[in-house]
């Protein structure tokens, strides 16, 4: 929303020394603290540029008026003395510009669309006026069929990366009404197969950062996007306007990030009323069989709306979008096959479809207020539940039974409020505040024992489960800008406090593990673990953070820009209440102080469709405080382990496959497993640099080459510490001694921050507008990223094979993509016909081949490697499937009485191809020894189920009524 900038008011004046007092309660008081830093100011976009006669000499005193098509609130400014304007932190939208100036006509006026995070650059040039001719001329961006379109190229902006307009997202085929899902057609952006989170330049989806209007979309606890977690619908697209993903360069008013930044701007009322709604149909005879020939019975029925419209004309406007899904999500529980000759083995459990049912609800409202001539209010807010049962981990194939998924039940709930007021013609303020809250509660279908039988299955319960947690956010932030000559400077700070509480232990009721399905037939237990809650096993703080950039714009040539800027976060973390006396590192997670990050960057507009960008800094991630969780509960105090390799008297007491009911007298080692953090942990830090060439062919035609170099290190992962160096035997294989450092416990995981990657990128990508309103989009990603690490779940065993000997887990990163292609496109035919195809391809991530057990005696089942040829494996030496999916959307348009009243029908075909897309879990696979070996060894035994990228073939309906 924008306001006339010649008239103070009160509340502007209050607002501006309300943001004062807050940079400087900031600055004294450092000891009351997301990394998120001013995403606010990311997410706005601006207007700059200069007016001139029709001989290009510039008119300094002439009257710009930059007005909202939508809102029809302005901003007037005057040129200074060069003739030079800047609007700055304009919300994404339409605009009209108007010109004023003694003896001068607007006759061709430019066409302004500001995107999300965008700036344009504008050349005003006026002509001598007539005697009979205005002086006022307005020129209005264009809109498709009331959705955005890509932005022209922005020749003064350093970072790099892709915008996803609203064209895309509402006509290219989408399964699960996921927006964050069209980031995958981002050059420099994969996605973890596991998890479903963003890999931007070869970095962990913790380490990227994402904001919805400039208010923070980090979940603190869990890390990554909120609700990734749930596989399901989290905020509804018919609220989505557009959004863009930074891979490069991104601003000191970014933070949070290691390198990527997803920035989303949201839908808003008008003037006139304008909305939508909607049926999504996909019917289970149309699906065809997984990658595995088991037939699906997946059915969606998905309904929902959006409308916007004026609440007082010219003043007040509202938008409101809901959306609600009844999806049946189906995968098939199975056991891994066996040798031939093995012979038919009957277990009484239940293997074959299950059907997970997912119905999430989401609900977004937006108000905005124009107060008066200097001051806009924007409010929003956004509510989700979920109710999912027998839910998956993302794959059509489970190796387990029903007994082993469960019940997942949440709400989650987000404000945001932001106050934008202005202070004459050159500076601008926004005041953001921000409160939000995700529930989730992770129920087993049983609580039974989990037994794990290598190379075949999981009988039992989840041993990872119950899960129960919140998550909560509480942020203010305010961000200043300043235009003047050929400075635009911004300044800001952001105090954030991001309260949470976690329920998280594994094998409360109890794990056994087998080598073989002869062992589990015969009763042979290899290993059996219990964990119980002896104090309080509940996580519950609060982790705090302090934000303060400033960063400079600096024209200094029409053709040269250098954006230079600094920022400072502080994270402090909450301390365990509880802590282990006899071991140190339980009693203190130490604060982070010093994340000092500079970061500068240079566009270079070196021949007239030409622009070079350059740029460098560091990036600072936050730790998701799950990290944190471990070393409150897993101390030895709070809970204690029971681990058979630790006492193995215990296995008799448990020969009947039943979890014990109390703590079992007599351990000798009743601490079997502690969790604690190293004094000197800290969060990641990146150091990035990236160079650029965009090249516009033509008016439709613009192609970019680049290069980015992201080096991260302080990487957090858990190595074992309470382990005596150990003898390497011919293979290559270090094994450890009995003996232990501290005999009083089993395994000390030290949570250290030591982990390094590296990546490397070449990435090409193309934007083409065609003819008849037609769009297509392409990137290509030559990549390589290495690390030591890729440690993403802190419950996960570690995976170092020797902690003596770190240089050695140096390889290819476990989210490795050497090749990436993605092709998008919106394609308008004859007769209201579109054609809108997506391509996504990429070469397969490597996995490493493990034994399933342990070999070396460090009391870890998942770290020892296979021995290939006589010597053990390297970490990710072999490489997963490659990647293949190709959907289309078929839509016929039609128009219906009334100014903007159509009738989409849409026929969606997901994976035409039928490409299974297999891959391993986790990016390990079991090989076994030769004396216990896994017949699937090297076989993928997962593929996407229905709600993925890759999944089976499917067909969705939709009917789409809009008037816009």
């Given amino acids: 929303m924008m306001e006339n900038l010649d008239r103070p008011s009160r509340i502007a004046n209050s607002g501006f020394l309300l943001s004062a007092a807050l940079v400087s309660l900031l600055f004294l008081l450092p000891g009351t603290s997301s990394l998120m830093l001013a995403q606010s100011a990311a997410a706005s976009g601006s207007i700059s540029g200069a007016v001139t006669d029709p001989q290009g000499k510039l008119i300094p005193g002439a009257q710009v008026t930059i ?243 004026p609440i007082r004309k010219n003043q007040a406007f509202f938008y409101f979008a809901a959306e609600q899904d009844f999806l049946s999500v189906p995968y098939w529980s199975q056991f891994q096959p ?98 939000s809250n995700d529930h989730r509660s992770f129920s087993p279908n049983s609580t039974a024992p989990e037994s794990v039988i290598n190379g075949f299955g999981v009988l039992g319960g989840n041993s990872l489960d119950p899960h129960d947690y919140s998550s909560g956010v509480r942020q203010i932030s305010d961000d200043l800008a300043i235009s003047g000559r050929s400075h635009v400077l911004r300044i800001g700070s952001q105090f954030a406090y991001d309260p949470a509480r976690e329920q998280h232990e594994a094998n409360l009721n109890g794990r056994f593990d087998y080598n073989s399905l002869t062992d589990f037939l015969a009763g042979r237990t290899r290993r059996y673990q219990q964990t119980f809650a002896t104090g309080d096993p509940t996580y519950s703080g609060a982790v705090r953070y302090i934000g303060l950039y400033a960063t400079d714009k600096w024209t200094l040539h029409p053709n040269l820009t250098v954006t230079a800027g600094l920022c400072w976060e502080g994270q402090w973390n909450p301390q365990p209440k509880s802590p282990n006396p006899g071991i140190s590192q339980t009693s203190h997670i130490p604060d982070d102080l010093a994340l000092w990050q500079p970061r500068l960057g240079v566009a270079w507009n070196s021949m007239t469709n030409t622009v070079i960008r350059i740029s460098a800094g560091l990036y600072d991630a936050s730790t998701p405080a799950t990290t944190f969780q471990r070393v409150f509960t897993d101390n030895g105090v709070n809970t204690v382990v029971a681990d058979s390799y630790f006492d193995p008297g215990i296995l008799p007491l448990v020969s009947s496959r039943r979890a014990f009911s109390s703590l079992p007298a007599g351990l000798t080692v009743p601490a079997a497993l502690v969790v604690g953090i190293a004094p000197n942990f800290r969060n990641p830090r990146s150091f990035q640099a990236a160079g650029s060439v965009e090249q516009q062919l033509n008016a439709k035609v613009s192609v970019s080459a680049g290069y980015v170099r992201n080096s991260t290190w302080d990487l957090p992962r858990a190595i074992n510490t309470n382990l005596n160096p150990p003898a390497v035997d011919s293979t290559g294989l270090p094994v450890f001694p009995g003996t232990r450092p501290n005999p009083a416990i089993g395994q000390l995981l030290l949570i250290q921050s030591n982990a390094h990657s590296g990546y490397d990128g070449l990435l090409l990508t193309a934007n083409l507008q065609l003819p008849h309103r037609s769009q297509l989009m392409a990137n290509y990603t030559l990549a390589r990223t290495r690390d030591d690490d890729t440690t993403i779940d802190p419950f996960r065993p570690p995976s170092v094979l020797n902690p003596f000997n770190l240089a050695a887990e140096r390889g290819y990163s476990s989210l490795d993509v050497r090749n990436n292609f993605n092709l998008s496109a919106v394609t308008n035919l004859p007769l209201g016909f579109k054609f809108n195809p997506v391509v996504v391809t990429r070469s397969g991530f490597p996995y490493t081949p493990i034994v399933g057990f ?110 816009f």
Avoid: C
């Fill in 67 to 309: 007005r909202n098509a939508d809102f029809l609130a302005e901003r007037t400014l005057v040129t200074d003395e060069a003739g030079h304007f800047s609007a700055l932190f304009l919300p994404a939208g339409n605009y009209s510009i108007a010109v004023k100036a003694q003896g001068f006509v607007l006759k061709k006026p430019p066409r302004i669309p500001v995107g999300v995070g965008t700036s344009v650059q504008v050349t005003v040039r006026l002509a001598v006026a007539a005697a009979s001719e205005q002086v006022t001329v307005t020129g209005q961006a264009a809109m498709v069929e009331g959705n955005t379109v890509p932005p022209a190229v922005n020749k003064q902006e350093v970072a790099v990366g892709n915008t996803v307009a609203g064209l895309t997202v509402t006509y290219l085929p989408n399964r699960d009404r996921d927006f964050s899902q069209f980031a995958q057609f981002a050059a420099g952006v994969d996605s973890d197969q596991d998890s479903g989170g963003l890999v931007v330049a070869g970095q962990r989806p913790t380490g990227a950062q994402a904001a919805v209007d400039g208010a923070n979309f980090y979940d603190p606890l869990l890390g990554g996007l909120r609700g990734l977690g749930d596989h399901a619908l989290f905020f509804p697209q018919t609220a989505v306007r557009e959004f863009e993903i930074v891979h490069a360069g991104a601003g000191a008013e970014v933070g949070g990030t290691n390198a990527g930044f997803l920035n989303v701007a949201t839908k808003s009322g008008a003037n006139k009323f304008r909305g939508e709604a909607f049926y999504i149909g996909r019917p289970a005879g149309l699906t065809s069989k997984d990658a595995f020939g088991n037939s699906l019975d997946n059915v969606q029925n998905e309904f929902g709306g959006s409308v916007g419209g």
């Fill in 854 to 963: 342990d070999l070396q005696r460090d009391s870890n089942d998942f770290n020892d490697r296979a021995i290939l040829g006589g010597k053990v494996a390297e970490r990710n030496s072999l490489r997963q499937p490659s990647f293949f999916n190709l959907d289309v959307r078929f839509v016929k348009d039609f128009t219906l009485p009334g100014e903007g009243h159509h009738l989409d029908l849409f026929m969606d075909i997901f994976n035409v191809t039928g490409a299974s897309n297999r891959y391993f879990p986790d990016g390990v696979s079991l090989f076994g020894t030769a004396a216990s070996p896994v017949f699937t060894a090297g076989q993928p035994l997962y593929a996407p189920d229905t709600t993925r990228f890759g999944s089976a073939r499917q067909v969705q309906f939709t009917a789409r009524l809009v008037a």
């Fill in 338 to 435: 066996q040798a031939p000759g093995t012979g038919s083995v009957l277990i009484a459990a239940p293997v074959g479809q299950i059907v997970s049912k997912s119905h999430p609800t989401a609900l977004f409202g937006r108000v905005d207020l124009l107060l008066n001539s200097v001051n806009t209010l924007n409010l929003e807010s956004n509510y989700n539940h979920v109710h999912t049962t027998n839910i998956g981990d993302g794959s059509t194939r489970s190796l387990a039974t029903r007994d082993n998924s469960g019940l997942l039940r949440g709400d989650s709930i987000w404000m945001r409020a932001n106050l934008t007021s202005t202070f004459g013609s050159t500076r601008v303020n926004q005041l953001l505040g921000q409160w």
